[in-house]
């Protein structure tokens, strides 16, 4: 298996625009998650999906993000408008749940950039 | 939510055993603890979860007193690839993935 696949890796875009990243996690886990890392707040869980559908977003952190899941294959985080404070590196990680919640495996990020 | 308290950083030589000691005076009967490591530009990496006890695989230890309020994770003869940051996290399994949280973490650098 490929593992966790997250694209694009890299994203500058300037204040205001739209971005999508994009997640496929691995084939035959039930279970995403949308991860958020900086400096100073570290690793943050955003959102997670159980079998395509949302189970907690309190973790976004404004109305400007959402994150959709149309099938157990693919997953976006949509940011509208961005900001500079949206600057960080986003993680997508998926399981299943004979392993739990612990067990996660990541993708190796996409570091976003908003000037 | 079960916080963690574990140092921010540590240097070791290669060829030493490291052992990074985690304490989660919270802990709630149900949880579990699981140690994640990351490289630089990577994403976490799972290395070994436990409820009690001790357990072994083929990259660490997990040794987790009687209490649980604390865990430590001991990595043998280390060499300069396990130089990362290490976390430690508490959480009940499949109950709510928003219970872990990861915390700053433990940056281990190995020195030549």
């Known amino acids: 298996d490929a593992g966790v696949i997250q694209s694009p890796r890299h994203e500058v875009t300037e204040m205001g625009q739209e971005v999508t990243l994009r997640c496929k996690p691995i084939s035959g886990h039930d279970y995403l998650f949308w991860y958020r890392q900086t400096m100073m707040r570290g690793l943050e869980l955003l959102i997670y999906?159980?079998?395509?559908?949302?189970?907690?977003d309190s973790g976004m952190p404004e109305d400007r993000f959402s994150a959709k899941m149309p099938n157990a294959s693919f997953s976006t985080l949509k940011i509208q408008p961005s900001e500079p404070r949206d600057s960080a590196v986003y993680f997508c990680?998926?399981?299943?749940?004979?392993?739990?919640?612990?067990?996660?495996?990541f993708g190796p990020g996409t570091r976003l950039t908003v000037l | 939510l079960a916080k963690t308290t574990q140092p921010i950083s540590m240097d070791s030589y290669e060829g030493q055993e490291v052992n990074i000691t985690c304490s989660h005076n919270n802990i709630a009967t149900n949880d579990y603890i699981t140690w994640y490591q990351q490289f630089p530009s990577q994403g976490p990496r799972f290395i070994i979860q436990?409820?009690?006890t001790k357990v072994t695989n083929e990259v660490a230890s997990l040794f987790i007193p009687a209490d649980r309020k604390s865990s430590t994770l001991s990595l043998p003869r280390v060499s300069l690839s396990d130089t990362a940051v290490y976390y430690c996290l508490v959480g009940a399994d499949q109950t709510g993935a928003n219970n872990l949280f990861f915390g700053t973490g433990t940056r281990l650098t190995v020195i030549p």
């Open positions: 999906f159980n079998n395509n559908v949302p189970i907690d």
């Open positions: 436990g409820y009690k």
């Open positions: 990680a998926s399981s299943f749940a004979g392993q739990g919640f612990n067990e996660q495996f």
